[in-house]
């Protein structure tokens, strides 16, 4: 068994969920830990099951409820060494114990779950996507990215589920109010923004 749910998506908050037989974990927790807790119930998921947490990136959409959900439920949370320090207010509500740092592109275990971080485009001090392993079944997570990138199609390769969130429309971007650096770099660098 591996199941896959998406809790939270968008930039309200973002928060998903994946588990097998008896491994379950969080990616992301960027709604109030209230609300987390709230919509795992939801999915009959009792919220002191969960074994651990992890971060693609510091965005507050996506780690808004990190500390307290940490704190509260004694959860390690797995997140690279600059991620880390790019949000420190999070940061300060973590245990010392429960800071699991890894290394974008080194493999890692939760439970029965084995689980490789890769680099992906976007803003933030070092972002990621995840790939997930249960035995022979893969699955993929990757947000916030501005455009594709070979290496990102690499580590998608043979997921039976991938999870794909790169959200701006053209046209809508073209009209915002955004400055035009800003633009640009949403657009991402194969699609230079013409004002
Ligand atoms: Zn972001």
């Known amino acids: 068994m591996l199941n896959f749910c998406s809790l939270y998506s968008g930039s309200s908050g ?4 994946v588990e097998t037989a ?12 209230k609300k987390i807790e709230q919509s795992l119930l939801d999915i009959n998921v009792d919220p002191k099951t969960i074994d651990a947490i ?5 965005h507050t ?5 990190l500390g ?6 004694d959860l390690p949370v797995f997140v690279n060494q600059e991620t880390l320090d790019a949000m420190p207010k999070q940061k300060d509500k973590i245990a010392e114990k429960n800071i699991k740092k890894f290394i974008v592109s080194d493999k890692f275990s939760i439970g029965d779950l084995e689980i490789k971080p890769f680099s ?18 893969k699955i993929s997570i990757v947000t916030d990215i501005g455009h594709m990138t070979n290496d990102i199609l690499k ?4 997921s039976l589920f991938i999870m794909l969130e790169a959200n701006y429309d053209p046209e809508v971007l073209r009209c915002s109010s955004y400055p035009f650096t800003l633009k640009s770099r949403i657009a991402g660098p194969t699609r230079p923004f013409i004002k």
């Open 54 to 58: 992890l971060v693609t990136h510091e």
């Open 61 to 65: 959409d996506h780690v808004q409820g």
């Open 14 to 17: 973002n928060s998903l969920f």
């Open 22 to 33: 008896n491994t379950k974990i969080l990616i992301d927790a960027g709604v109030s830990s």
């Open 68 to 73: 307290t959900l940490s704190k509260k439920f």
């Open 120 to 137: 992906i485009p976007h803003d933030a001090a070092n972002p990621c996507g995840f790939s997930i392993w249960k035995e022979d079944k």
């Open 155 to 158: 580590n998608l390769e043979e």
